[in-house]
């Protein structure tokens, strides 16, 4: 139903910045949330940024302790385009960076009270290609 493309990852100095884009086409979903995740050589995938949008009150974010203050994320709704500012890069951000797709979010993720689920893996059935960050000190 969804295809998901992220790109712009790259490979820039600790301090740096970059900025992802993930592409969606095919159907469009009012209601649905774009995830962020990384997985990094040897550990396991995990969620650190997520947007949902279709609430009743507007957008509902949620950030990881690990990126918060250093991530933003954020969507172009007319594009069906998401996006993730990335500044102050450290080394411990590298990684394959994904976009996946929940496209039928429980109320307490859109409601924008619900973190854990928000963040989490098996939520999303819908994923890109990924796209390699990688930093250096």
């Known amino acids: 139903q969804v295809r998901l493309t992220e790109s712009g990852g790259d490979s820039v100095q600790a301090g740096g910045s970059l900025r992802l884009s993930c592409a969606a086409s095919g159907n469009t979903y009012r209601t649905k949330c774009m995830g962020w995740f990384r997985q990094a050589p040897g550990k396991e995938r995990e969620g650190f940024a997520v947007?949902?949008?279709?609430?009743?009150?507007?957008?509902?974010?949620y950030y990881a302790d690990s990126v918060k203050g250093r991530f933003t994320i954020s969507q172009d709704s007319a594009k069906n385009t998401v996006y993730l500012q990335m500044n102050s890069l450290k080394p411990e951000d590298i990684g394959m960076y994904y976009c996946?797709?929940?496209?039928?979010?429980?109320?307490?993720?859109?409601?924008?009270?619900?973190?854990?689920?928000?963040?989490?893996?098996?939520?999303?059935?819908?994923w890109g290609q990924g796209t390699q960050v990688t930093v250096s000190s």
């Open positions: 947007i949902c949008t279709g609430g009743a009150v507007g957008d509902a974010k």
């Open positions: 996946a797709a929940d496209l039928n979010p429980r109320a307490t993720v859109v409601a924008g009270s619900d973190p854990e689920r928000a963040l989490a893996r098996d939520e999303y059935a819908y």
